[in-house]
């Protein structure tokens, strides 16, 4: 059995991403879910001098060895105006610190969902662009527009998108 991490790119309690990467993650057959709690993830905001004088925190290394540990990653990307959420950038800052290719070329499924009809676009354009230059290995992408209207009692409810998150999960599939 394969073990998944699920993580939505937002430290809020009522994320979106983190509900929809946890749904996408548990539609993959014979996988383990792990879903990232922003809990145990929470980090001073990142720099050069603090690093020197405190050196990395512990959280940092927690997640670098969370990563390790998974065979997949499915993640989820909140997108605030057009950009990573703060947490996220922060947390991405921290850990490459560690390491440049901290995703450990482990499959992923990017995705982003957002109360909007662009689906969070930007977010997922700029992030799966930079993935390859951390480690990422992005194998599908998704975007989520309108979550309230789409996404209701936890599950998809729009046929189509159904359909497409369906194709690129299975695509995902074949490569774990």
């Given at each position: 059995m394969k073990k998944v991490l699920a993580l939505g790119a937002s430290n809020s309690s009522k994320s979106?991403?983190?509900l929809f990467a946890t749904y996408a993650a548990n539609q993959i057959e014979d996988a383990t879910v792990i879903t990232a709690n922003w809990e145990d993830l929470i980090l001073p905001l990142y720099s050069p001098d603090l690093e020197a004088s405190n050196g990395i925190p512990e959280n940092v290394h927690y997640f670098k060895n969370l990563i390790q540990s998974v065979d997949a990653i499915v993640l989820s990307l909140a997108?605030?105006?057009g950009m990573p959420s703060a947490a996220f950038k922060n947390l991405w800052d921290w850990t490459s610190r560690i390491?440049?290719?901290f995703w450990a070329n482990k499959p992923m499924l990017l995705m982003a969902a957002s109360p909007g009809g662009r689906g969070g676009a930007s977010v997922l354009?700029?992030?799966g662009n930079l993935m390859p230059h951390l480690g990422g290995n992005v194998i599908a992408q998704f975007s989520l527009p309108s979550f309230g209207a789409n996404f209701q009692e936890g599950r998809l409810i729009d046929k189509t998108l159904q359909e497409d998150l369906g194709?690129?999960?299975?695509?995902f599939e074949a490569a774990l």
């Open positions: 979106i991403n983190t997108e605030y105006n390491d440049m290719k354009g700029l992030i194709s690129k999960i299975k695509q």
